[in-house]
């Protein structure tokens, strides 16, 4: 740029957020909290805000954590059920969009395709589909773990089947699976939340597993949350709530962890419970330990009881092939079905697939270390969400969001225009692996995801209960986050200082 330009360089919003959902809102949240005087706006690429939960229609769409950790830290959660539907999340969302003025800010249909960092400048420009441009001083990504546009595609050859073939994030709103006999192939949260929802208006529905899952079972209601609700200041109940379920988790995954086969038999215990004569260990035995891959909740056990009342049966195996009337399994046996839903997982997305660079130059992630679960080395005034395998998404959002605020306050003190974790050459930190878990859609994502250092802050780690502690209360200024002017800032300071000739 030239000096000119430089001196001229002006910005259209303070911060910029992409996405308004769950990682999108909270973070409007805390700039109004915590950064008032902060222009901003949220870039949604849908027609509405919500996110995840205005995307999945599948019958039966519920969150897999208890809403008092998927909620916000700040707004409590005060519907009856801790384990919610879809519907009531959006409710949550929307009501907090409209209580705490952040609606105005969010601009729908607003698909952002690029966006190139100034160093002289220290100015984003975000440019959107359709050719649209925004400048911020700051980019902030809430667009989720995954590719809206492309589930995993399995590599299924499905033309000689004839039938109905659904994956889940594009359902039609005008399915009609009464007296249908339904496939549903996979076996995560998606699978064990649609099979009971279909069951009750289909003929039967058979979930089809190539490898089981750990099942946990609980009530969708909590009833020490509602009892505590009723006799404490709600803000009071919904904090003990939540730590409380914190911890309850963290206890449950290092106990996973340390002794695996205690937990095994425990999961074992509670789903044979719920069975009775319906329970096939095989169906139910994973070729690994509990936590390995993300524990799969049942809530009220509604999937076991429409085993148990025989709408609904796992099949375990191979698939063949797919030909007319059903799938032939590689044991020779055919699942008869008129619908199948292929659940068979989702492809995850580094920063919504947006092509971001520095000076035109690409930023490519998987070269770089996270720092703090926040922000990326060497990269400046970006900072980005990816929640929690081993605890609710939002737990991580609503930190990352706060350190973020913390970082923008910092640095007005400061009087700084950029804001950098600095990573020398010359590191030499010990690299460790960025999931611990095995389930395929983590580890086909690898190849694309950031570096992970065995120390922090260069890593995203999977432990909560640290990161809070960490983010909420330790130093911004830590020796590494350096803070600095932009060539604009300094040349207008000196054309300031400097007299006038």
């Known amino acids: 740029m030239t000096a000119s330009q430089i001196a001229e360089t002006t910005f259209d919003y303070d911060v910029l957020i992409v996405g308004a959902g769950i990682s999108g809102i909270g973070m409007a949240a805390h700039l109004e909290s915590m950064c008032p005087d902060r222009t901003y706006a949220l870039l949604e690429r849908r027609e509405q805000l919500g996110g995840t939960w ?62 190139d960092f100034d160093i002289d400048s220290a100015r984003w420009t975000v440019t959107l589909e359709g050719g649209d441009t925004l400048t911020s001083r700051w980019l902030y990504l809430g667009s989720g773990y995954y590719d809206y546009d492309e589930p995993h595609d399995a590599g299924f050859e499905t033309s000689a089947f004839g039938g109905t073939i659904i994956h889940p994030q594009f359902w039609p709103e005008d399915l009609d699976y009464t007296g249908k006999k339904v496939v549903v192939i996979g076996s995560g949260a998606t699978a064990v939340t649609i099979v009971p929802s279909m069951a009750d208006k289909a003929a039967r529905v058979t979930m089809l597993q190539r490898t089981p899952t750990y099942y946990f079972s609980r009530p969708a209601k909590d009833r020490l949350a509602n009892f505590l609700r009723k006799v404490l200041p709600e803000e009071t109940a919904y904090r003990f709530t939540r730590w409380k379920n914190v911890k309850m988790q963290d206890i449950g995954f290092k106990r996973a962890r340390t002794k695996p086969e205690k937990v095994k038999q425990f999961l074992f215990k509670r789903v044979r419970k719920e069975l009775g004569e319906a329970f096939d ?49 590689n044991s020779g046996d055919l699942i008869k079905a008129d619908i199948i839903v292929t659940a068979t997982g989702l492809k995850l997305a ?25 922000m990326f080395s060497n990269l400046p005034n970006l900072s980005a969400v990816f929640g929690y395998l081993n605890a609710s998404w939002t737990l991580r959002a609503d930190l990352v969001a706060e350190y973020t605020c913390r970082v923008l306050n910092r640095m007005d003190d400061k009087g700084a225009d950029l804001a950098t974790p600095v990573l020398p050459e010359n590191h030499g930190l010990e690299e460790d692996d960025i999931f611990d878990f095995s389930s395929g859609y983590i ?59």
């Open 350 to 374: 580094m920063a919504g697939k947006i092509d971001i660079s520095v000076e035109g130059e690409p930023v490519v992630f998987e070269n770089r270390f996270y720092y703090k679960g926040a």
């Open 54 to 115: 205005d995307l999945f229609r599948y019958p039966g769409i519920r969150s897999d954590s208890d809403m008092h950790t998927l909620g916000f830290v700040f707004e409590p959660w005060k519907h009856e059920k801790s384990i919610a539907d879809g519907p009531a999340i959006l409710d949550y969302l929307n009501r907090i969009a409209d209580e705490r003025g952040i609606r105005d800010h969010i601009r729908c249909n607003s698909k952002v395709v690029s966006a």
């Open 443 to 501: 580890q086909r994502a690898k190849e694309i995801m950031p570096r992970n250092a065995t120390a922090m802050p260069w890593r995203l780690n999977q432990e909560y209960v640290r990161d809070r502690k960490d983010m909420k209360t330790g130093r911004i200024e830590d020796g590494v986050l350096a803070f600095g002017k932009a060539a604009a800032s300094a040349q207008v300071e000196r054309d300031t200082l400097e007299p006038a000739e």
């Open 281 to 329: 260990e095989e169906a139910f035995t994973p070729p690994y330990d509990p936590w390995d891959q993300r524990l799969c909740l049942v809530p009220d056990a509604d999937l076991f009881r429409a085993i148990r009342e025989g709408r609904a049966n796992i099949e375990t195996g191979h698939i063949e092939a797919f030909e007319e009337g059903g799938v032939r399994l």
